[in-house]
């Protein structure tokens, strides 16, 4: 298992989306977190798990899909820690600038 890192503009982006989660799913509030603890798991036991993130300047970036709330978590496997790199809605095409 590794450990996971979450940089600053991911977790400006988490939160962000976490905020606005909570205020608009009243029906479901904590399927945001939910379903990005799971994915946290994920990546730790599995880093090489998510597709191949494509278009993007940095290498070995994958990507996961948080399929119940439409998010793509992007990350890299690194020597000592998965680093969480950004968290993208699947709603604004293509993906972030990485």
Known sequence: MSLVKVTRRAATQI????????????????????????????????????????NLKLIGVRRVHLSRVRYHLYYRARPSRIEVLALWHTSRGKGPAL
């Open 15 to 54: 939160r962000e989306a976490a905020q606005w989660w909570f205020e608009n799913r009243p029906a479901a509030p904590g399927a945001f977190r939910d379903a990005l603890d799971q994915a946290f798991t994920l990546i730790s036991h599995q880093p090489e798990i998510g597709a191949e993130a494509t």
